[in-house]
């Protein structure tokens, strides 16, 4: 039901939804002949418009989020490389036999990048399908694929493909990492402080290892017209990321709401 509820939340709380909704509280309003709300609902779209587009802020929202976690010092008989999943196309994938990587596919070279600096490491990689209806292939067999493809020993692999969402990865894993001497944790940087909160709740302790930033880290809001889309969508990440901590946070799946490093 928490998946479901979620993914019916985000389909409304996205930044491109809410400025189809103000534009259609708009419409509705000037149907109504109510022109002063009408204005209103419009110059909200506008305004909302240009801080996601044309401004840094999605960036400086992200940037605690990709701070929170620096990599850590790994030891040298570190056994367990853990991989999250978010970083394929699933239908793509699927329909043309390939592979194709999102915008998170620096998890996978980070992945591979450390297996060959521990050749003793097994490489679990978690995660299923995040559509509410799955008709697609896994991101588990697509990450089969890439490793494999990488040059990844087919036997070092642990495989799960069941889990929809970072609570899943964390539950459904638990029992293969409860007895890894290390566990080095691979995902993106904005994803990690909640990553490591839910395995923290199953009595995983795990050592970061960020990729895929999305923010210098170090901005002051201001304007930012290069590149609009991009905006957009790290706006758009870092919504989801925060929403996604304070809903873990009420609905007791992780005990602070911005999971900090071990002192």
């Known amino acids: 039901m928490f998946f479901l509820l979620s993914k019916i939340f985000w389909l409304i709380a996205q930044p491109l939804s809410i400025i189809l909704i103000l534009l259609v509280a708009a419409m509705v309003g000037t149907f109504f002949h109510k022109r002063r709300m009408a204005l209103s609902f419009i110059a909200s779209a506008v305004v909302f418009t240009l801080v996601a587009g044309f401004s840094n802020f999605g960036a400086v929202l992200i940037a605690p989020l990709e701070n929170r976690f620096e990599r850590a010092a790994l030891p040298d ?3 367990t490389i853990l991989v999250l999943g978010g970083s394929t196309y699933g239908r793509i994938s ?3 036999g390939v592979s194709e990587l999102n915008s998170a596919g620096d998890r996978f ?7 060959q ?3 003793q490491a097994q490489i679990v990689f978690s995660g299923g399908s ?4 799955a008709e697609t292939e896994t991101e588990a067999e697509s990450a089969e694929r890439i490793f494999v493809q990488l040059g990844i020993d087919r036997s070092r692999l642990i495989l799960e493909g069941e889990s929809r969402n970072t609570a899943e990865n964390a539950a459904f894993t638990a029992d293969q990492l409860k ?4 566990i080095a944790l691979v995902t993106s940087a904005f994803h ?3 990553s490591v909160g839910l395995f923290r709740a199953e009595g995983i302790e795990v050592l970061a290892w960020p990729t895929d930033y999305r923010s210098p880290g170090n901005e002051s809001f201001g304007l930012d017209l290069a590149n609009p889309l991009l905006n957009l969508e790290v706006l758009t990440v870092a919504m989801r990321e925060w929403i996604g901590l304070v809903a873990y946070k009420v609905t007791g799946r992780i005990g602070d709401i911005l999971p900090a490093p071990r002192q």
């Open 192 to 194: 990690m402080p909640r």
């Open 117 to 119: 600096r521990f050749p």
């Open 109 to 115: 070279i980070e992945a591979v990048t450390l297996a």
């Open 94 to 96: 699927a329909a043309r």
């Open 77 to 79: 008989d570190l056994n």
């Open 130 to 133: 995040g559509l509410i209806v």
């Open 179 to 182: 007895n890894s001497r290390g």
